[in-house]
């Protein structure tokens, strides 16, 4: 099994920059790619942010790309969202999952807030 942890949420005036940090422990050479989901009001969906393979490939949503950037430390086991020039609608939970053969491992999540 997998566990994973965010940190590093906040609130931050718009503009401003904050990262968040997934921690994994557990079976970690299990994973194949990280994704960071963000879902901004209670009860929608968890929408992917950006997500980062094994091979350090990424991929982000276009509301993101040139201000958001995702990476990963494997030495520390934990990945990074960068998140720069921040908007009120960046506003939202932000949770990790960690996607393996066996399953998907969420985290609890890291609330972010934007504002204006």
């Known amino acids: 099994q997998v566990q994973v942890a965010e940190s590093g949420g906040g609130l931050v005036q718009a503009g401003g920059s904050l990262r968040l940090s997934c921690a994994a422990s557990?079976?970690?050479?299990?994973?194949?790619?990280v994704g960071w989901y963000r879902r901004q009001a209670p009860g929608k969906r968890r929408d992917l942010v950006a997500?980062?393979?094994?091979?350090?490939?990424?991929n982000y949503v276009d509301s993101v790309k040139g201000r958001f950037t995702i990476s990963r430390d494997n030495v520390n086991n934990t990945v990074y969202l960068q998140m720069n020039s921040l908007k009120p609608e960046d506003t939202a939970v932000y949770y990790c999952?960690?996607?393996?053969?066996?399953?998907?491992?969420w985290g609890q999540g890291t609330q972010v807030t934007v504002s204006s």
């Open positions: 999952k960690a996607v393996t053969l066996s399953g998907d491992y």
């Open positions: 557990g079976s970690i050479f299990s994973i194949n790619s």
């Open positions: 997500s980062i393979t094994s091979d350090h490939d990424t």
